[in-house]
């Protein structure tokens, strides 16, 4: 068994590290507290190929792997959780699908600019009443009488990069009798007629990563804008899904290393009793089950990428890397704001921004509980 990476691999992360360390986390406070878009930030990502590490050069990205995802986004999400997310939805929810299933011409308007970062991409699946049940949709694409194209009407939810994306890879019901055979993706110009976005959601955390809710109101698309056949959508969203739950996974990582590496260097200065905290067992417990599950997470998140990689079928590692490494985020800012007292406790110090931000990971791109099913039922099956 071969844990070490490739230079091209160690490579990306350092330069991914380097960046995020110098332009991205001296930035990270502001961006939360001014709910604040990183526009400038995800443009120069765009320079560097991380917002489409895995797609070819030919389609505009920086022809890496999976695993070079992982590493490049927990180096991101460490330095700003809100960068990571809006890094993340662009690269494994639009730019991943786009691949797999677009035509040469979609990937010539789409694809090429997305993964350069040149434009950016969101994914609307959620609705008001379909959430965790994803396959329960009523957002309904009717075909226009001459079969040209399709008229979109319905409401979408917690659309992250929604409110200042370019595309919209969407998820709708063109025949809602079908259930879950019946859903269709499009790829949907977000400027385009009969589509618009509402207010900017105030969240607890990821304050930097704007998301809304999504109206369609008689949008007219055209069929040329279907992303694979009819009824091929909820394929298309859960495989996307299964890419997408590698980077919150990598995103949660990212965050608890946050945590755990401020806990500790503020162990080593903050005296109590005549010495450091650093020394009672008390606190080195603590670092020492952080640091320990933050491997843990980090050693699945890598076999559920390299498995990728590999082109085997990967739900189940996926499901388990984003289910562990999410748990651990928040067990490790929780017990690192602890680490840092009452001064934890004021928003000078990054150890609240890091709890908030841990929170949403085990939310979006499938709750714990979805985790849970999907692990189960591949438990069961074998
Ligand atoms: N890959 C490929 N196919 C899959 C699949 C996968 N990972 N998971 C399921 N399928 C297929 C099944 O094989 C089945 O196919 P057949 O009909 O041919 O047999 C079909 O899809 C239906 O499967 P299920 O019966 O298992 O589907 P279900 O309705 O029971 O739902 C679920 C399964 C796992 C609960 C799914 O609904 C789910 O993942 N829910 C969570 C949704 C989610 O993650 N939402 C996140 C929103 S996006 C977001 O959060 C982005 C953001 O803002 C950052």
């Known amino acids: 068994m071969d844990l070490s990476f490739t230079p091209e691999q160690t490579l990306l992360r350092d330069t991914a590290r380097d960046f995020a360390q110098k332009q991205v986390a001296p930035h990270a406070a502001a961006i939360d507290k001014q709910h604040r878009f990183p526009r400038e930030i995800i443009a120069q990502l765009g320079e560097l190929g ?102 979109i009407n319905g409401t979408k939810n917690f ?23 019946g859903i269709s993706a499009f790829l949907i110009d977000a400027k385009a007629e009969g589509v618009s976005f509402g207010p900017v959601d105030d969240k607890l955390g990821i304050r930097g990563a704007p998301s809304a809710q999504l109206f369609l109101s008689d949008a007219p698309v055209a069929a040329s804008a279907r992303l694979g056949n009819e009824g091929d959508g909820f394929k298309i969203a859960m495989t996307a899904l299964d890419g997408g739950r590698i980077g919150i996974a990598a995103q949660a990582l990212g965050i608890a290393r946050a945590a755990f590496e401020a806990a500790t260097r503020y162990a080593t200065e903050r005296k109590t009793f005549g010495q450091p905290i650093a020394n009672h067992q008390a606190i080195q417990f603590k670092l020492a089950d952080m640091c320990t599950e933050i491997d843990a997470a980090r050693l699945l998140i890598w076999r559920a990428a390299a498995k990728k990689d590999a082109k085997a079928r990967f739900t189940t590692e996926a499901a388990m890397a ?41 939310i979006y791109e499938g709750t714990s509980e979805i985790q849970r099913l999907v692990i189960a039922s591949s438990v069961l099956k074998d």
């Open 50 to 151: 991380l917002m489409g590490v895995a797609i070819p050069e030919e389609w505009g990205g920086a022809g890496m792997d999976a695993v070079s995802y992982a590493l490049a986004l927990e180096e991101i999400s460490r330095a700003c959780a809100s960068t990571g997310v809006i890094m993340s939805v662009n690269n494994s929810l639009c730019c991943d699908p786009l691949l797999k299933f677009g035509s040469d011409d979609q990937k010539k308007q789409w694809l090429l600019p997305l993964a350069a970062g040149k434009k950016l991409g969101c994914f609307a699946l959620s609705e008001p009443e379909a959430g965790s049940d994803a396959a329960a949709q009523k957002t309904v694409a009717k075909k226009t009488a001459d079969g040209s194209g399709y008229v």
């Open 159 to 181: 659309i992250t990069n929604g409110p200042v994306a370019d595309l919209i890879v969407l998820m709708a019901m063109t025949d809602p009798q079908a259930g879950h055979k």
């Open 322 to 362: 984003k289910l562990f490494a999410s748990e651990v985020a928040n067990r490790v800012a929780k017990e690192a704001l602890q680490v840092f007292g009452g001064y934890g406790y004021l928003t000078d110090f990054p150890a609240e921004r890091h709890y908030r931000d841990a929170k949403i990971t085990e």
